[in-house]
């Protein structure tokens, strides 16, 4: 009886121990099968071409490719897009892109242009939206918004954003208009800035406090406020 339950221990070892080796083989199989040194992807997405380069990629459990030291350009018809990072996770299926540490983003759209640089930033390519929800340092034309978050949209009308807790500057002759909201919208097709929660702006040694603030960054001047309070500045 002893001898016959040794044996069935014997056999499920021998078993577990050749399904252990087997699934090392498929693992290094895998891995071997999906690394690349210098990938290059070339693709189209809804009119954009889309131009992916790294030192060396792999895919990961999740069907993504995780690229090191990534170059990633997209052109269309009206607008050309080049980002940078060290490290980036391309879903292929989502068409979605996720640009991690040392972000650097530049885009120019007809007469705009702006430059994104954060340690996060999430591009999918099939609706053209931005998004972060970590600080992250936008420069748009000669509006400079620090904010700590940002979610922005292209589309053939322009370029709308929504920066979440966010400072701004605008250069404005010899000085610089400042404000600061819980939330600032940008919308490149009305020329407009919305400052919306705590907003304040100070512009011309005068300091606005109000519930709501649009500023028109091209004539550089406010054109709307909501409950404001106004206090010049000594």
Excluded: C
Aim: proline fraction near 0%; aromatic fraction near 8%.
């Amino acid at each position: 009886m002893d001898k016959a339950i040794l044996l069935l221990l014997l056999m499920a070892n021998l078993i577990n121990s050749a399904n252990l080796v087997a699934k090392e083989v498929r693992e290094n199989e895998i891995q071997t099968n999906s690394y690349m040194e210098n990938p290059d992807f070339n693709y189209s997405v809804k009119q954009k071409i889309v131009n992916l380069k790294g030192d060396y990629s792999f895919l990961n459990n999740n069907s993504q490719y995780v690229v090191s030291n990534v170059i990633v350009s997209v052109k269309d018809k009206d607008s050309s897009t080049f980002i940078t990072s060290l490290d980036a996770k391309y879903s292929k299926n989502l068409n979605l892109i996720e640009f991690l540490n040392s972000v650097s983003l530049k885009t120019d759209k007809n007469t705009n242009s702006f430059l994104i640089n954060s340690e996060f930033l999430q591009y999918n390519l099939s609706d053209s939206t931005l998004y972060t929800n970590q600080k992250v340092k936008t420069i748009f034309n000669e509006v400079l918004l620090e904010s700590d978050g940002l979610k922005l949209i292209t589309d053939s009308r322009g370029i709308n954003a929504v920066f979440d807790k966010s400072s701004v500057q605008i250069s404005n002759l010899q000085s610089l208009d400042k404000g600061y909201a819980d939330k600032i919208i940008l919308s490149s097709d009305d020329n407009i800035l919305i400052l919306e929660g705590k907003a304040s702006f100070n512009q011309e040694d005068m300091i606005i406090k109000s519930d709501l603030i649009h500023y028109d960054y091209l004539e550089k001047k406010i054109i709307k406020s909501i409950n404001s309070q106004i206090q010049n500045q000594i």
